[in-house]
Each structure stands twice: as structure tokens, then as C-alpha cells.
């Protein structure tokens, strides 16, 4: 087994990612951060950490002895008894309990080895699970980077969608604040302008939950300062949600930066957007 790549997941579940929506009321606005994307695993218990609280057996996940097996050599990184599986006919795209995959299998026991063995083998990175999450999602929202970077490494691409909801894992790493694989993505050429079924973008997220860091970030790598989301919404929309006076100094000198360079740029202050429903 190959790095720490927890994923802080609670008893009998796999917590992989997040969505965000925006509800509102009549004072403005309550901002939700939707987690979704439960995963349970029959007999599968994992502590916060992302380590295995009980034992799970491949055969308990995936039924066919042969692919419980492809799935065990993976676990451990043995790259020798996978190749020679494959060549024997074991599917190396199997799904197990909730559509998950080998490489799945191979992450969540922390087997980098094991998930670049399968992807050398052809095991296929856009496979999505029941939430349509894949192994890049749940390689954004780890706590370890090692994941992502062996990924990205392996010219895996890094714009692979959620089928359910349109997210690249750059949303996935905005939401779960990890900072390195939100570097290494954009580093790696993800779009910063990719868009979800709701016409939100990572932009969009990242100026919602009030992060102006990457909302500088986003905007120096391309992203598009005026795109607006599917509910009518710019990044300013969101930045001037909050009053000035209940940011920090921080706070306040981080939207100073955002609106410098977006004056710079000629893009021009939305200062009444505070006062829209």
C-alpha cells in the first residue's frame, strides 16, 4: 500500500463529495453547502481517518471470486498478479456494491500501486459510482495529495465529469479546501471554466463560500470574471453578499485584491448586488 489518502468518512460510509446550492430567503439568501454523495459499502465500516474500522472482504463487494481477487491484488499494489489476471479474461473495469471500481477499491486501501497497475492494464478513470463520482473526485477530496498527483502523473485527465451533476474534481477540491490538489489541478491544465448541470462554475464556488483567495487563483489561471451561473449570479454576486464590516482586515484586503484585478481587467464593481433578492 502506497501513501495516506484518507478521506474523512464516518461510520458505514464513504463521504467523496460535495455539491453546493444556493437557497434563498427573504432576507437575502441562505448559503447551503449540500453534502451529498453517501456512499455505503455493504459491511463496510471505516473510521474518520479513512482506515477500515472493520474487515471487508472484495468477495462481500464484488461476488465473482475472480474479480475479488483483481480487486485483493490491487489492495496490495501487486502489479504482476493483476497483469496476469487481466490477460486471463478478469474484467479489470468490474463494479462491485454501488458501481464501485477497482480503482476504488485500490484508493480506498491506499494502493497507489495498485490503482496505476490497473490504469497501465486499462482500467478505465471515468468510471463513475453511484453518485457518479470517480477515482479523480475521490482523489480531490482526500486529505493526502498523493492520489491526485499519481493520477495527474499517469495523464489521467483532470476534467472528468460527475454524469449527475457535471463537476470536475476541481469543484470537489474547492469544496473540500484541499489546497494541493486545487493546485495541482489547475497546474495540470484543468478547466477553470468548466460548468455543471446548473451553470455554476468552480469560480462561482470558491467566490460563494467566500474563499477570495481562489477566486484570484481562478481568475489569474482564466477563469472568466463574468460569467454568470444558471440562477443569474456572478462571483460578485457572491462577494458582496457579506458586508465589509463583517470581514476581517484579511477578508477585506482579500476582496481589494479580487476587485483590483478586476478593474484592471475592465470588468466593472456590481457595488448594488448586495441589495437583489
Known amino acids: 500500500m502506497s501513501g495516506r489518502m484518507s478521506a474523512s468518512r464516518g461510520s458505514k460510509s464513504r463521504l467523496i463529495g460535495m455539491g453546493v446550492r444556493l437557497l434563498q ?5 441562505l448559503g447551503v453547502i449540500a453534502i451529498g454523495m453517501m456512499v455505503t459499502l455493504s459491511a463496510c465500516a471505516r473510521n474518520g481517518d479513512g482506515t ?21 491484488a490491487a489492495a496490495k499494489g501487486n502489479k504482476r498478479v493483476i497483469q496476469a489476471l487481466v490477460r486471463q479474461g478478469v474484467d479489470v473495469n468490474a463494479r462491485g456494491d ?64 460527475n454524469p449527475k451533476n457535471g463537476q470536475t474534481p476541481l469543484f470537489t477540491a474547492i469544496m473540500a479546501d484541499r489546497e494541493p490538489q486545487f493546485r495541482a489541478l489547475i497546474a495540470a491544465g484543468a478547466d477553470v471554466n468548466a460548468e455543471d ?25 482564466g477563469a472568466d470574471p463574468r460569467a454568470v451561473t444558471g440562477r443569474g449570479t456572478t462571483i460578485q454576486t457572491y462577494m458582496n453578499r457579506m ?35
Open 25 to 29: 430567503d427573504t432576507f437575502l439568501y
Open 52 to 72: 477500515m474500522a472493520k474487515k471487508v472482504t472484495a468477495i462481500e463487494v464484488y461476488g465473482d471470486p475472480a474479480v475479488a481477487q483483481l480487486a485483493d
Open 98 to 161: 454501488q458501481n464501485t471500481s477497482l480503482l476504488e477499491w485500490a484508493f480506498l486501501h491506499r494502493s497507489i500501486d495498485g490503482m496505476l497497475a490497473l490504469l497501465e492494464a486499462g482500467a478505465d478513470p471515468a468510471m463513475a459510482d453511484d453518485d457518479g463520482e470517480t477515482i479523480m473526485h475521490f482523489a480531490a477530496w482526500a486529505e493526502d495529495p498523493k492520489a491526485m498527483e499519481a493520477l495527474l502523473a499517469a495523464a489521467v485527465s483532470p476534467d472528468l465529469r
Open 197 to 221: 448541470l446548473e451553470g455554476e462554475r468552480p469560480i462561482h464556488q470558491a467566490a460563494m463560500i467566500n474563499n477570495l483567495e481562489r477566486v484570484l487563483v481562478l481568475l489569474e489561471a
Open 243 to 277: 458586508q465589509d464590516s463583517a470581514r476581517s482586515q484579511r477578508g477585506r484586503e482579500r476582496k481589494a485584491r479580487v476587485e483590483a484585478w478586476l478593474v484592471e481587467q475592465g470588468v466593472e464593481l456590481e457595488r448594488e448586488t448586495r441589495d437583489k433578492p
